[in-house]
């Protein structure tokens, strides 16, 4: 096996990852601090550019080690300023990551699998079907290539303030991966960003929502889209097995002793499924006992789908219901549609171990004759 293919991506490893790295060959672990500078501050991966590293090191990092972040295969940039990246993978996969500007803000969406193993009905991603899951670096190597393609800086200002991970795939389906990496955007020597700007986004994975409340600060947001059990089984098969008591607790739980922290909850309205003045209702009595926002998002249609977003009319009476009844509640603007950037159309390219994308065509074939 040649030296190449055996070489450690350092982007898999957060600080303490590093520090064990540079022990385990020799080296001080103070050494990991400068690395982390090096690659998150200034989007530097070329060991010999680390002036502050001596060269025996830099030869011996050079041999071991490589900073190795998905490669940019297409950059396609909506007339709203929305940016997608495809982003390569080995195995002739890709995924897409989504930078969303703001006055004010930058937002950068991004992915944890390859496809997503969930089947939600009304996703263009899980009608893909699935292949794996990234690695810790091929997540936060997305930020890395946003911040280098960006400026890290604009005009004074940080190009992303903050990171969500709503791109393809359950994030924690992949927890492994996935949580150093959030460590690495909210370490100081990382990205830096504060835990209320570091989202991460679930259908509803009950042990995953209790794991990541004990290891790492970040703010959670639950695809919810139903406010009742047998509605909410048909758009999302994941609550039969956690049904939503079993997440409205997970959820109590996730922000209780955390000042001002509250869930978002995800809810994405389509024509006659899910729209009713009496869903508002209903979601009203389920969510008022917990701190909690709640994104009213139109839905993006996609080949092959049978939903319709909501008329504007059906969309403004139930925010205006869920308003009255003491909800925070916000109609999510539709940002990057002209090239499938938007909620639920991110589709990246690979090779579908499910075979769900093969059944979903077959049953399109079948209902057009």
């Known amino acids: 096996m040649s030296g190449e293919t055996t070489r450690i ?28 500078r090096w690659v998150y501050h200034h989007q530097v991966s070329d060991f010999e550019q680390m002036t502050d590293l001596g060269l025996a090191l830099r030869q011996k990092l050079s041999l071991l080690a490589e900073i190795r972040p998905p490669e940019v295969v297409s950059e396609k940039i909506s007339s709203d300023g929305t940016v997608k990246w495809l982003m390569g993978l080995p195995g002739g996969n890709a995924v897409e990551t989504v930078f969303i500007p703001e006055p ?15 089947n939600c009905s009304f996703c263009s991603t899980g009608a893909q079907g699935f292949n794996r899951n990234l690695t810790t670096g091929e997540i936060i190597g997305q930020v890395w290539q ?18 969500v991970m709503m791109g393809m795939g359950e994030p924690l389906l992949n927890f492994d991966a996935v949580a150093p990496a959030l460590s690495l955007m909210r370490d100081d020597l990382g990205f830096g960003l504060a835990a209320r700007r570091v989202t991460v986004s679930t259908a509803g994975l009950v042990p995953g929502i209790r794991q990541l409340r004990e290891t790492v600060d970040v703010a959670l947001a639950v695809s919810l889209h139903a406010p009742v059990d047998d509605l909410r089984e048909e758009l999302v098969p994941l609550n039969r097995k956690y049904p939503i008591a079993e997440l409205m607790q997970a959820c109590q739980d996730y922000v209780d002793g955390k000042h ?43 080949p092959g789908t049978a939903y319709r977003c909501s008329t504007p009319e059906r969309i403004d009476r139930f925010q205006d219901i869920v308003r009255k009844g003491g909800l925070i509640a916000t109609v999510r603007k539709t940002r990057g549609q002209d090239i499938d950037a938007a909620c639920g ?13 093969e059944r979903i065509r077959l049953r399109q074939v079948e209902e057009t004759h």
Not at 27 to 36: H, M, N, S, V
């Open 9 to 36: 991506n350092l982007l898999d490893l957060d600080e303490p990852g590093l520090r064990e790295f540079f022990a385990s060959i020799g080296e001080k672990p103070f050494r990991a601090q400068q690395i982390l």
């Open 104 to 118: 004010g803000r930058g937002t950068l969406c991004v992915s944890s699998q390859v496809g997503c193993a969930l």
């Open 146 to 163: 946003a911040a280098k393609a960006l400026g890290h800086e604009r005009n004074g200002e940080r190009a992303i303030t903050n990171v």
């Open 260 to 302: 001002k922290r509250s869930i978002t909850f995800e809810y994405t309205l389509m024509d006659g499924i899910n729209d009713s003045p009496e869903h508002a209702r209903q979601l009203v009595k389920l969510l008022r006992r917990v701190p909690s926002k709640l994104n009213l998002i139109p839905f993006n249609p996609f």
């Open 345 to 357: 159309q991110l589709a990246g390219k690979f090779q579908d171990r499910t075979r769900r994308s």
